[in-house]
């Protein structure tokens, strides 16, 4: 299986993301990557790494779109010569680049995206799908989108629900996933105009839609997938990143006032780091712009080599499992009138 | 100063309400409190607290909405004798009466709030406005709207920016408060069709907007009234309070887990304690609703006693700064075409 990385996107490229890939090289023996960018510089990390095989390939590709860059959209016309572009053009033009992986700008991302390797035949717009922390089994839950519409349809969050349904199904091997709509109470009625629409439509879907849910329960495990336009669903992901981190940084600085704290904290190092990894949503890999064409995961523009790897994982279990071709299949089934 | 409270709201009423009752009667030396349910109860709670003063009057009222009747906007028509209609009904008719307070069901605080009570001259939605914990000075930042409004036009944002920043102002001593706007991004360009046309409008308030936040920084400290539609606030302070929860919970499992994780908690006790007095929401008293022609104050359902006297001290300083006479009086200044 071939894959392509974006080896100048994120804050930690060149560096993590080469390391990462000569990480997943040792993993699948089968697995060859491409690396765009700057080649000095990615020549220079193999080394470090100390990679010798030839199952790295570089492309060329001078500029970097930076996560500071105005406008993604623009940039991604701006910089051809980009390593997200020139990556981009790849994974569009050659049928054994199974899947793309940036750690790069967000924005520079989903419009790359959409602009040069397009949609899923009959995926009105593909959604951001991230995997949030939330079971013990380390399933997590898919909410989508995250913001790649900021106004949407109530046709779009039918193809969301039906995509992140078939995601989750064959990336975690669970059967009928619990799909819920993102809403302001549980009770039917609940939700917004946009909602309510959905709602109806949802419950002709050929998925396991459980109903409305509340933000409350984001975590709690109840679901698997949970569909929402991407401005709530936006909102609903960075709150909760915003109180996890509210936690857990109010639980330090009270710490550090009090020295049987720091003590008691001594005793619970390694539950913290515990607490950590279980919160780090990055365990889980990247996000998913679900309906591409071809499989695009942003990873975190903060991404280490092993999140850049967990990423990477994840993007060749997507390829194996051949989600996009399964989307394909049941949206032609599907009868939908918008 | 005269309020009244509804003595059979919410999961611990009316033994906690009628307690809270007593206690802010200590506290306000010139304070009278109506209390409307079943008198009978009522006074047995009066007695408990071994209270024999005048300051409180007892109104019958035989009936109670619950948080499990549906459809709350039609238990206001359908229970004319309950607790709180009784209570909104006092609320309208007597000038002197300067707030109510309800734990009771959200929906039918609302519902009736709007029906009975009305809103001020010129608002065109009353919101619900929670203060949600930030800052270590105590004063928190004012989320609005929660879900009063779950489709809401630019107008209504208009209005929730100028109500919250007097609200704020006038609550916490802070002249020009920050406000701003809730979005999927801090760049003025980022937001959906709604909020880029408020954004426009709000920079022509006579407010202190400094434009666009993120979800993530609703804690943060950084922002005094964070504006909304209805359901994307509602989304937010419900990812909050699920992540807020999500992270203590597993912090404890983790604890269980691990037999020098126990003994760390226990010098950690007093420590945890302070964690969750500073997430605990309660501590800032309940939701206004902010925008009804009397202040309707609606407690949090599980509150006991200190959360509810927290709540009965924000309604008797609301009424003190006489918060809707100065919203009326923005208002009548306000020009912003709908």
Redesign the interface.
Known sequence: MKIIVDGFGGDNAPGEIVKACVMALEEFQDLEIIITGQTDGIKACLEKNGYTGSRIEIVEAPDVISCED??PAMQIRLKPNSSLVVALNILRQNEDVKALISAGSTGAVLSGGFLKVGRIKGVSRPALAPTLP?KDDGKGVVLLDC?AN??SKPINLCHFALMGSIYYSKMYGVENPKVAL?S?GT?D?K???L?KEVFAMLKKLPINFVGNM???????GKYDVVV?????G???????????????K??KE??KS?F??K??????K??FK??KA??DYKQYGGSLFLGCKKNIFKAHGDSKAPAFLACIRQAVKAAEKDINTEIELALEKLEIEE
């Open positions: 105005e406008n939330s913001g900021v106004d993102l302001n009770e009625a939700g917004n105009e909602t509340e933000a409350r329960d984001l975590l709690s929402s336009d991407g401005f709530a936006n909102v609903a992901l960075k709150a909760t990143e915003g109180a996890a981190m509210f936690v857990l109010t639980l009270k710490i009090s049987s704290a003590i008691g904290a001594l005793l619970l390694s539950t515990e607490l279980k919160l």
